[in-house]
Nanobody, 123 residues
Framework: VQLQASGGGLVQAGGSLRLACAAS????????GGWFRQAPGKEREFVAA????????YYANSVKGRFVVSRDNAKNTMYLEMNSLKPEDTAVYYC?????????????????WGQGTLVTVSS
């Protein structure tokens, strides 16, 4: 599976953005998905995970209540709705996937990755 992340950009604090992660080459519908981010000078960290059918969602504490992960398997796409954005949310956001029906929060659990999309939140 090849993933393409999009939707990043510049937004003011308190604003919203929706990222999309489109899969190609084969169906993503049977795989678990995740979002990670890497801020300047920091290591990449977990943001959100979703099971293959969207029935299980899991979030990092730093984004819980503000971000929503979802997927549309008919469109082979996963989304990350980001609300109440803060300057500390500024990072390159990556989507990832792997086979399996559950959800996964460790980077090493994922088999394939998108190229990343930059989100910049101004204060």
């Amino acid at each position: 599976v090849q993933l393409q992340a999009s939707g990043g950009g510049l937004v003011q604090a308190g604003g919203s953005l929706r990222l999309a992660c489109a899969a190609s080459r084969r169906s993503f519908s049977g795989d678990a998905g995740g979002w990670f981010r890497q801020a300047p000078g920091k290591e990449r960290e977990f943001v959100a995970a979703i099971s293959w059918n969207g029935g299980i969602l899991y979030y990092a504490n730093s984004v819980k209540g503000r971000f929503v992960v979802s997927r549309d398997n008919a469109k082979n796409t996963m989304y990350l709705e980001m609300n109440s954005l803060k300057p500390e949310d500024t990072a390159v956001y990556y989507c990832a996937g792997r086979g399996g029906s559950y959800y996964y929060i460790r980077q090493e659990d994922y088999d394939y990755w998108g190229q990343g999309t930059l989100v910049t939140v101004s204060s």
